[in-house]
């Protein structure tokens, strides 16, 4: 197979890996090295397209994002908005604060959960069931949701424990993560529940 001589000849293989998804470190570690060395050419590339690259080193990962419309742009939309359902917004937002708590917790800085803590966490807000196992069934449709979107990696040989994927931290903010989360809040209020800070 023919390998990559220039930077030139680099950058098209960069820029189709990252239009593809999110390129992790652990995947390829040569892309992830030509990816450091060319961000600035990534950058200039994508920007034409209405696009920016974040990357976090620390994490190791690289995506595209749509850049924000400023008024007058008239530049279409390149990466679609994907509408979730109100449970699956809701667990990303849990995760979410889990890494927040983890964050300023200590060292361990990684986030495993098994099933069973994930329908705890949803059971807080969500109506009261008497069907015990239609709510662990419909959990867990929104799990595999959620793994579909690239924010929970089932642990290797575990099926029912989860690592929470840091990625999720560029799409949540500290400051959208207060908004929502007082916004669940509000909600399972009006549903008769008592939700745990």
Known sequence: MKQPTTAGDALSPLVISLM????WREDNERHWQQLLSLQARVRDH??????RL??????GYALLRQRPLEEGDELPRLIPRRPLS???SLLLVLLRKKLAEADGGGADRRVVLRREDLVEMLRHFLPD???EARLVDQVGSHINKV???GFLRPLGGREDEYEVVRLLNTFVDAQKLEELLASYRAHAETLGKEVPE
């Open 54 to 59: 974040e990357l976090d080193e620390a994490e």
């Open 20 to 23: 593809k998804g999110v390129m």
């Open 147 to 149: 793994k579909d979107l």
């Open 46 to 51: 994508v920007a034409v397209l209405g696009l």
């Open 86 to 88: 109100y449970p699956v």
């Open 129 to 131: 069931t008497t069907n």
